[in-house]
């Protein structure tokens, strides 16, 4: 059964994101990141390229020809072949095929919006009994 984390209070939602994918990379791990926003996922990619000088984090497109042998995948379609160890979920949306995952973490802003929608699918999870934690991420943060 999917591991379900919530990752809630995330003030810079984009720098976060790049902060987590680059831990998971380092750490060996296979991850697809959706969103249901195609503006969105533009924005990360970007990012993914400029947000550390010492840091490359290999990533393309769903669809690119290079996606099955790159460990980051951005997509906001259904990943029908997940052959990946994690889903990042950065959307609105309940994201489509999180239960081939072992594990689905789900990032939310500090916006009301945002969280109304996280709430949403968290009350989703739970009502199928998904295992879920949650992580105040601006109190880890302030406890630096």
């Known amino acids: 059964m999917t591991r379900i984390d919530f990752h809630f209070n995330t003030p810079d939602k984009l720098?976060?994101?790049c902060r987590l994918v680059r831990k998971a990379y380092r750490a060996g791990k296979r991850m697809l990141i959706y969103s249901d926003s195609a503006a969105q996922l533009a924005e990360l990619d970007q990012a993914l390229w400029t947000f550390s000088?010492?840091?490359?984090?290999?990533?393309?497109m769903a669809g690119d020809p290079l996606a099955p042998e790159t460990p980051v995948?951005?997509?906001s379609s259904d990943p029908l072949e997940a052959d990946h160890d994690l889903m990042i979920n950065l959307g609105n949306a309940l994201p489509p095929g999180y239960a081939?995952?072992?594990?689905?973490?789900?990032?939310?802003?500090?916006?009301?919006?945002?969280?109304?929608h996280a709430r949403s699918r968290l009350v989703f999870y739970r009502a199928r009994g998904y295992p879920i934690e949650t992580h105040d991420i601006a109190a880890?943060?302030?406890g630096r």
Not at 53 to 60: E, G, R, T
């Open 15 to 17: 720098g976060y994101s």
């Open 53 to 60: 000088s010492h840091d490359f984090i290999p990533h393309v």
């Open 73 to 75: 995948v951005l997509s």
């Open 100 to 116: 081939r995952f072992d594990r689905l973490i789900e990032l939310v802003s500090t916006d009301e919006q945002d969280r109304a």
């Open 140 to 142: 880890l943060e302030a």
